[in-house]
């Protein structure tokens, strides 16, 4: 677990602000290379599937030739939604460390406790909390900007 | 709710059944037109996101330009996983009409009941049971063709 891939996951969220999409970065390691990376672009792209993790479980898959993200780690800056969740435990990804948690909507441990639980074919280790005042302020920034305009 | 939009989910089955993928697929329809239709990938695009709903879901939302399927049904062989049941709130779909349950790794009525969930910002009304042994016969046998060559 290193700070410095949570700057980067940091940095993807950055891009995702600028283009006024939510603010949220992913990045994906393994043996300290990233493998993979990814920015929200929902409303840019149309798509609700475009969220930060799927996007950088993708770009993965496709350096490394496989669907099976075993040993590699995601770094993101929030808390995962139910769907990401999902998605996380379908790519055998290894351990997730999570920057600022999601209370309204995170499929990790604020809602759901999907990457524990048991039934399913795969389990993921949690990390929580790395930088999280950086990427929690992000957010906050973001939404706050967003009710202002309105 | 309609059967013959079943029939087409299981067309789509059928076509990952002929290339060696578990059999499921999923069809988007509003206003009784089909405006998507996927069957899972996973392995074909070594991608662990691409099941038959997903798939559905971005070719819809292509084909209608927007991210948001309001008023849209899907008709899917077999009950959403964790990832998918996400993406279908996520797109905020109406009604998801299921074939056969999944009591393995089922999101939206066997391990977990995402789209009921009052918390989250979107709920889906289910329809269970639709064709049901062809959906769940079709899955029994690519699982018992699997078991024959190993």
Redo the contacts between chains.
């Keep these: 677990m290193k700070k410095i891939y949570m700057e980067e996951a940091l940095k993807e969220a950055n891009k995702a602000l600028k283009i006024d999409e939510v603010p949220i970065g992913a990045i994906i390691v393994r043996d300290n290379v990233i493998i993979g990376r990814g920015h929200n672009l ?2 840019s792209l ?4 475009m969220h930060a993790e ?1 996007i950088a ?2 770009d993965a ?2 350096n490394l ?5 075993t040993d590699c780690d995601m770094y993101v800056t929030i808390e995962p ?7 996380i ?4 990804i290894k351990n997730l460390i999570i920057g600022s948690p999601d209370e ?2 995170g ?1 990790v441990i604020s ?2 406790n ?1 990457l524990f ?1 048991e ?3 795969h389990q993921v280790k949690v990390y929580l909390g790395i930088m999280k005042m950086e990427c929690s302020n992000l957010m906050k920034s973001f939404f706050s900007e967003l009710r202002k305009r309105k």
């Design positions: 929902k409303e149309n798509d609700p599937t799927i479980i993708k898959c496709k030739g496989t669907w099976r993200l939604c139910v769907m990401c969740a999902g998605a435990y379908q790519a055998r309204k909507a499929g809602l759901y999907i639980d039934r399913l074919n």
